[in-house]
């Protein structure tokens, strides 16, 4: 079964691309005579890390309307330099075709297959609390090819009430609700006391992909890959920097609260005007 994983914007044609890619000419395809067709092997971690950000980039420019699009521009919307953009498109098998760029349906296309979004990925929620509940009611995760199969709490007076037209039922009954729904990705949403029981019992019951929302940082055999969102590094990251943009501003500069500075030597210093010293 296929999934909404490209928007109709971006054409949908996963099928139709399957089909045709077999018999398509290396040099429509934006390929170099005699290179391979389908995904390389050996992508690097790193590239693989950059290519959501693409997709995105390609989702937006498909919204507008754009058909084609240079590496120039299409680094400038992801945030990246044009080499690095080209050299990471190169191990998806695309290098644009000279003076028109990249095809943006096509390379939506190849992206989404790269990272596996044209087929739907059962996702079970573990944790019914606030985080949860807005992460079952994002609507970015279904247009992706990420449908929410079940959610799972241990709290009873969550068990059985509706969120996101899924009614919340007991973890008790994780096992059951892996192997019904062949569950492919675990996110677990619960407090940190509890997220490595609940992470052994989804590795377990086979699920081999987690995304970990819980400020800990999860055991899992070799075979297992986690992801971590921790919200509150993020802010200190942020923290961080925005206390070195505020130290390396005078804080008492003209038009801050405070009076009148002047930088000397890297330190801010009062500025002393005559004329405002003999009023006083």
Not at 11 to 17: I, L, V
Not at 88 to 112: A, E, K, N, P, T
Not at 192 to 200: K, N
Not at 206 to 219: C, D, E, H, Q, R
Request: proline share 5%; aromatic share 4%; charged share 20%.
């Amino acid at each position: 079964m296929h999934s909404n994983a490209m928007s109709s914007g971006a054409g949908g044609q996963a099928e139709s691309y399957d089909r045709a890619e077999a018999n398509r000419p290396a040099a429509a395809n934006g390929l170099p005579q005699g290179e391979p067709n389908g995904q390389p092997d050996g992508i690097p971690e790193a590239t693989v890390a950059r290519l959501p950000v693409y997709l995105r980039a390609l989702y937006g420019l498909a919204e507008r309307g754009i058909s084609t699009v240079a590496s120039e521009e299409l680094a400038a919307v992801a945030g990246v330099n044009s080499a690095k953009l080209r050299k990471d498109l190169s191990h998806l098998g695309s290098y644009g075709i000279r003076g028109v760029g990249y095809d943006v349906d096509y390379l939506v296309y190849q992206v989404s297959r790269t990272l596996g979004l044209t087929q739907d990925w059962p996702v079970v929620i573990v944790g019914a609390g606030n985080l949860g509940r807005a992460l079952a009611n994002y609507g970015g995760f279904l247009s992706r090819g990420f449908t929410i199969s079940a959610m799972l709490d241990s709290d009873t007076a969550i068990v059985g009430s509706s969120i996101a037209r899924l009614t919340v039922r007991h973890v008790d009954d994780l096992e059951d609700v892996v192997a019904r729904h062949k569950v492919a990705i675990g996110v677990i949403a619960t407090p940190a006391g509890t997220a490595q029981a609940v992470c052994d019992r989804l590795v377990s019951a086979g699920v081999t992909s987690i995304l970990n929302f819980a400020p800990l940082v999860l055991s899992v055999p070799e075979g297992v890959d986690v992801r971590k969102v921790d919200l509150s590094i993020e802010l200190q990251i942020l923290a961080f920097h925005a206390q070195r943009r505020s130290a390396a501003r005078p804080m008492d500069a003209p038009g801050r609260p405070g009076g009148n500075a002047e930088t000397l030597g890297g330190r801010s210093t009062p500025q002393v005007i005559p004329e405002l010293a003999a009023k006083g």
